[in-house]
């Protein structure tokens, strides 16, 4: 069974300028979730979504920050403008439905200069 | 708000077990987790336990649940150069959701 994939692994790129992260989730998973990690902390929720509805973007900085899932299966993670503080790694996840196991993609390293 | 801690840093001798410790504030946890994540890698559920258990043993994994003190540990026995990894613990008030809360993660180091 293919995991979670996500694109780009690496990216870098000037403070203001803008960013997207994509994530294919295991198929048939339902519930698909953000993070964000930053070095040397745990990661932190930023997004959930159940198939094509946000369940949870309570911690999501809108004004810089969105994410969608059109056709509830892909789903893209986009920054702008992005900021030093956003240097994080974003990882992505899923879940067979909203109580179960999350399985986690390799995740996509940011670097804002 | 909820908040979790670990200590940052495990040097443990290859063979000997590896005790990785955790605190956690909110006392509506229901369930916790233990995460491992190898380098470039994402997080991969290792064990949880169920918040009215004191313990859950799994092969070589043993998790030990103080709820009175809000300290969770999980023990690696006869550690191995494959156990070298974060470890992060995390709680939630339902299995695999609801805000799951991660510590800030433990890097182990195995001694040859």
């Known amino acids: 069974e293919a995991g979670v994939a996500q694109s780009p692994r690496y990216k870098i790129i000037e403070k203001r300028q803008s960013v997207a992260f994509w994530c294919n989730p295991i198929?048939?998973?339902?519930?698909l979730y953000w993070y964000q990690q930053i070095l040397g902390q745990g990661p932190k929720l930023l997004i959930q979504?159940?198939?094509?509805?946000?369940?949870?973007d309570s911690q999501l900085p809108k004004d810089r920050f969105s994410a969608e899932r059109l056709k509830g299966v892909d789903s893209t993670l986009k920054i702008q403008p992005a900021k030093l503080e956003d240097s994080a790694v974003y990882l992505c996840?899923?879940?067979?439905?909203?109580?179960?196991?999350?399985?986690f993609g390799e995740g996509s390293r940011l670097t804002v200069l | 708000g909820e908040d979790v801690e670990q200590s940052l840093f495990l040097s443990v001798r290859e063979g000997d077990s590896s005790v990785i410790n955790c605190t956690y504030t909110?006392?509506?946890?229901?369930?916790l987790y233990w995460y491992k994540q190898e380098p470039g890698a994402g997080l991969q559920l290792l064990t949880y336990?169920?918040?009215?258990?004191d313990m859950k043993q799994d092969q070589r994994l043993t998790v030990l649940l103080n709820k009175k003190d809000k300290h969770l540990s999980l023990r690696i026995a006869d550690t191995q150069t494959g156990d070298s990894a974060i470890y992060f613990c995390?709680?939630?008030?339902?299995?695999?959701?609801?805000?799951?809360?991660f510590g800030t993660g433990t890097r182990l180091t195995i001694i040859p």
């Open positions: 198929s048939g998973h339902a519930t």
């Open positions: 336990i169920f918040s009215n258990m």
């Open positions: 995390a709680e939630s008030w339902d299995f695999g959701n609801e805000k799951l809360t």
């Open positions: 979504f159940q198939n094509n509805g946000v369940v949870d």
């Open positions: 909110d006392s509506s946890s229901t369930y």
């Open positions: 996840a899923s879940s067979l439905d909203s109580r179960g196991e999350l399985f």
